[in-house]
């Protein structure tokens, strides 16, 4: 991760500008992290399992992966996709799914950690579940 220099004390907003100087995947990254901040300051008592778990459950797919997937999908829907396009969305959406799985992993192993169920524990923490499911 890159290091940000900033001063003792930063007004918000400039604390944002430094933050927009992060790249898609470092800004990402970070994202991640004060998420992961904010639910730890909401519950102090978060055990180092499950800060890492939320740090699992909030980092999504890369920006990259997510930009080159719907690009050819959108090709795929308007009936445009080359033989080595759909070859290449075969393999994005492996690993798309790939990581969607560990996701839903890391949410079940805080579940029952948290004694909860996986549907409660998604409600608690406003995630939702994915149009596709």
């Known amino acids: ?3 940000v220099q900033v001063e003792a004390q930063l007004p918000t907003d400039e604390l944002l500008k430094a933050v927009g100087k992060l790249s898609q995947s470092d800004l990402e990254q970070f994202v991640s992290q ?3 901040l904010r639910a730890k300051r ?13 740090l699992k459950i909030n980092q999504g797919v890369p ?17 445009t996709l080359t033989a080595n396009e759909h070859a290449e969305l075969l393999r994005l959406t ?3 799914e790939k990581l969607e799985a560990r996701r ?11 004694n909860t ?10 995630i939702r579940k994915p149009r596709y499911a």
């Open 34 to 36: 004060v998420i992961a």
């Open 42 to 54: 909401q519950s102090p008592s978060l055990s180092h399992t499950e800060s890492e778990l939320l």
């Open 117 to 126: 169920t996986l549907t409660a524990l998604m409600k608690k923490l406003n």
């Open 104 to 114: 839903v992993e890391s949410l079940a192993e805080l579940a029952r950690l948290r």
């Open 63 to 79: 920006a990259e992966i997510q930009k080159q997937y719907k690009g050819l999908i959108a090709k795929r829907r308007a009936e």
């Open 1 to 3: 991760m890159p290091i």
């Open 94 to 96: 492996k690993q798309v």
